[in-house]
């Protein structure tokens, strides 16, 4: 698709002008409007520079220069029907779907009505649940893969319009989840020309073209990013000719500071996308003429002359020069309209500055759902144990791999909300070799998910490509919008690449929206070693950097039942869950058990006495348990001691109670974990107990965990490093000797 490129230098569109006459479409009231949007950004910016030089707020960033294309973006589109994941540069396209000067200045005090963020978050960071603008962050470009998502999502609805409604008594995130959707809408998503060196732009620019997915990416590019010009950021200086070979999209490049070419580019760009052809890239270029923010000088990297030849094409000036000459307002009309922006402003800092901040005991609402509690006795359901076969045999134990297909496989029948998607995760992406029978299919490199595409159809179950970032992205996108994505991220050791969509996203959407908008999904992780095979990158623990980030819920079974009474509770619960599952443990003979029933759950936080005892606590999970069990009977039949176990199952939120109770009882605590043993999750647990059970203790609180390096290939070395059987049957001896 060639570019369609607007010359820069053109004087603005039109001359002499007949009352009747359009502008690129454009009404002559629309463009006086277009003008006030834009007049009123520029004026908020410089308000909000005299309150914070007044210290009134407490941060600032202009989107000045950038109002042009901004307004242009905001007519084209259409609020509370479209999508739209603006950037903080957005100013005037928020102001022109319709959010309030008011609104912004609340923003900047942190009012506790500030609707974007209750003062959590800093100005400009848009989010206004009712006119569908999703909460942004700080990241440069972390939005651009949740905006393939959410347009993704879009699609599957109107594909799946019946998955849209709440069934009746269904107890799960649905209730507080409204999905809407339009069938042709279109999702916005906005960067700097910097922004797009970031790599999840073009993880998220390949997703949007493969999937021929209704987005416009806009690159607002003013030439710099802080203080780097674009020829170091982008090779070659112009993103348009970096990206012109990706496929099925509409291209535009315009000059960003003229309304209306930048509307004619929009509406082109919108059209392409609402008819169904695919992605659309509008490159901008704009003018940056306050410095980065208020804590930049520019004068320290561009001279005069440069800055000077931007200001000529100031879309202020400009537009206002567009109107007197198209005799769309007189001069009188301009000063009148300024003078009502101005009185408007006035009224909107008044207020703003007289509204109150939030109280400190609210710091902690909407970390996670306040309507759905995954410790409750809401997800504490019985296990329907299986009759027992008319020959008198009991039903053959099922392994955990077994019962996390099993239930994947119930709740996707139940929920068609629910999507999977990840690497190899399909049975086969080429559908026609499984129709005529040519091959079985994959499903997952440890096949966990076989089957669920020829069952359930390659729009419900996917193989994403290798960007782990787009998986947690593009999920975090469409759970936004309500649908339940329950990814993979094939083996821990790869999910570092998804980890700023994790800790800096999908956690903290919730909590930075001040419960806007919220991503309930689930993220399913093979984990852990004593592989005999495996190595640094395909054996190693790390829950305690994810237990770590507030508004994670993090799960770690140990055996068949538990993963599938677990997995239920987080696939219906309302908050994102990290579901950690051990590989060795997938087809261990430990643990297994027979299929619970489709309703069977387990609530979060709630812990498993594996074996009651009197003499010391063992508190574990996942594939410690077994050894940890293995070392408990040895002890117990040579020395006659007895080991309360614990497995913990859920890491966050954890079972303190559990645990309190047990080392009140015996008086002596061991903690186990696979990581490494500094700073690892063990820590947090023997601080607690150090710290509130001290007077319950007759002996220090004991760590046996991994050695503080990786682990290894050669089985040898793979012993050494991981706590064995043998490690944690001598720590449990000498702690009960102690
Ligand atoms: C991932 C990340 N790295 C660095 C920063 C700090 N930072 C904020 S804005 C910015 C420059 C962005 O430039 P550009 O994308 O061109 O947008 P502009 O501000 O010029 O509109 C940088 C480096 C950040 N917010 N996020
Ligand atoms: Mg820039």
Not at 407 to 422: A, P, Q, S
Not at 580 to 604: N, Q, V
């Amino acid at each position: 698709m060639a570019t369609t490129k607007t010359d820069p230098k053109l004087p603005l569109t039109g001359n002499g002008a007949k009352k009747s006459k359009l502008y690129q479409g454009l009404t002559r009231e629309q463009l006086i409007q277009a003008y006030r949007v834009i007049y009123t950004s520029r004026r908020i910016d410089d308000r909000e520079i005299l309150l914070k030089r007044q210290q009134k707020i407490y941060f600032q960033m202009s989107g000045a220069g950038h109002e042009g294309i901004g307004v242009a973006a905001g007519l084209a589109l259409k609020a509370g029907y479209d999508w739209f994941y603006p950037y903080y540069r957005d100013r005037a396209l928020c102001l022109a779907l319709g959010v309030e000067p008011y609104e912004m200045f609340l923003q900047g005090v942190g009012a506790a009505d500030d609707p974007s963020s209750g003062g959590r978050q800093m100005p400009s960071h848009w989010s206004y649940p009712k006119l569908n603008i999703v909460t942004q962050s700080s990241p440069t470009g972390s939005q651009i893969l949740q905006a393939v998502g959410c347009a993704e999502a879009g699609r599957y609805l109107a594909r799946h319009p019946k998955s849209a409604e709440i069934p009746s008594g269904s107890a799960d995130y649905r209730q507080f989840k409204n999905v809407s959707f339009q069938g042709d809408e279109v999702t916005y998503v906005s960067l700097g020309d910097g922004t797009s060196s970031e790599g999840e732009f073009w993880e998220a620019m390949n997703a949007a073209a493969l999937g021929k997915l209704p987005v416009i990416f806009c690159v607002e590019d003013n030439g710099y990013a802080i203080s780097v010009p674009v020829e170091v950021q982008t090779a070659g200086g112009s993103i348009s000719r970096l990206v012109s070979g990706f496929p099925n999209f509409h291209f535009e490049e315009v000059d960003g500071t003229d309304p209306v070419a930048s509307y004619a580019a929009f509406s082109r760009a919108t059209r392409y996308c609402r008819e169904g052809h695919g992605p659309a890239f509008v490159h901008a270029h704009v003018i940056r003429p306050y410095s980065h923010s208020l804590s930049d000088d520019e004068r320290l990297y561009r001279p005069d002359a440069e800055r000077e030849r931007d200001a000529q094409r100031d879309p202020v000036t400009r537009t206002q020069m567009f109107l007197l000459r198209e005799g769309i307002l007189d001069e009188k009309g301009i000063n009148q309209l300024e003078k009502e922006v101005e009185a408007e402003l006035q009224i909107a800092v008044d207020r703003a500055l007289a509204a109150l901040p939030p109280v400190p005991e609210s710091i902690t609402n909407f970390v996670y759902s306040p309507d759905l509690d995954p410790a409750s006795a809401a997800f504490d359901t019985q296990a329907v144990v299986p009759e027992v076969p008319a020959d008198g045999k009991k039903a053959a134990g099922k392994t955990m791999a077994d019962l996390i297909t099993a239930t994947l496989r119930d709740e996707m029948k139940r929920d068609e909300r629910i999507v999977i998607f990840g690497e190899d995760v399909a049975d086969c992406s080429r559908e026609e070799y499984l129709k005529r029978k040519l091959v079985k299919g994959k499903g997952g490199v440890f096949k966990l998910t076989f089957g669920l595409q020829c069952e359930f159809g390659n729009d419900r179950v996917f193989n994403a490509p290798l960007a782990e970032a787009a998986i947690v992205g593009r999920a975090t996108g469409m759970a936004t919008r309500g649908l339940k994505p329950v990814v993979e991220i094939q083996f821990f050791d790869y999910i570092w690449p998804a980890m700023m969509q994790i800790r800096d996203e999908l956690s903290v959407i919730r909590w930075r929206s001040n419960n806007g908008f919220s991503c309930p999904l689930v993220i399913r992780v093979a984990i852990g070693g004593y592989l005999t095979g495996g190595a640094i990158y395909h054996s190693q623990c790390g829950e305690s950097v994810f237990t770590h980030i507030p508004g994670l819920r993090v799960v770690f079974p140990s055996n068949s039942q538990d993963a599938a009474g677990l997995l239920r509770t987080a696939i219906r619960c309302d908050d994102p869950v990290l579901f950690l599952e051990h590989k060795r443990l997938y087809r261990e003979s430990f643990g297994r058990a027979a299929y619970p029933g489709p309703d069977y759950m387990i609530p979060f936080g709630k812990a498993k006495v594996v074996q009651t005892g009197t003499d010391l606590t063992v508190i574990t999970y996942g594939a410690v348990v077994p050894r940890a069990l293995q070392a408990a009977q040895k002890l117990e039949r040579e020395q006659g001691v007895k080991v309360e176990l614990i497995d913990l199952r859920c890491l966050n939120p954890f079972d303190w109670e559990t645990i309190a109770e047990s080392v009140s009882k015996t008086n002596r605590a061991l903690v186990a974990y696979e990581d490494t043993l500094s700073w690892g999750y063990g820590a947090e647990i023997a601080a607690r107990i150090a710290d509130q059970l001290f007077d319950k203790l007759d002996a220090p609180v004991r760590r046996v965990a991994a050695k503080d390096v990786f682990v290894a290939y050669q089985p040898i070395l793979e012993d050494a490093i991981l706590p064995q059987p043998n490690d944690l049957f001598l720590a449990m001896k000498e702690l009960a000797e102690y």
